[in-house]
């Protein structure tokens, strides 16, 4: 369904079609799963990113927590900010998946 994005009439509803992915983050022994939404919006905001992604689980818990994520024009590079947010800051959670 290729015009999907054409059945939103309200912008403020911020209509979005959801991509999902799901990566390993190795840490040590364990190798922890992280799944990523991508939200692909019908309007892009007001800097022109139509995609904008988040993780399930937080990095960085002791110190500073942090829920890694990522805008742009293009699911790739939305995707792609994420998963280097997940990547910067270890995982402190306790167990993996």
Request: net charge negative; charged share 20%.
């Amino acid at each position: 369904m290729a015009e999907w994005h054409l059945i939103e009439t309200q912008p403020a509803d911020e209509f979005a079609q959801l991509h999902l992915f799901s990566i390993k983050k190795s840490q040590g022994d364990q190798a922890i799963e992280f799944q990523i939404t991508v939200y692909e919006y019908a309007n892009r905001n007001k800097l022109s990113m139509r995609f904008f992604a988040q993780a399930d689980k937080q990095v960085n818990q002791k110190t500073a927590p942090f829920t890694p994520f990522g805008w742009g024009p293009t699911l790739l590079d939305a995707l792609s900010e994420c998963v280097k947010s997940i990547n910067r800051f270890p995982y402190e959670g306790g167990t993996g998946t």
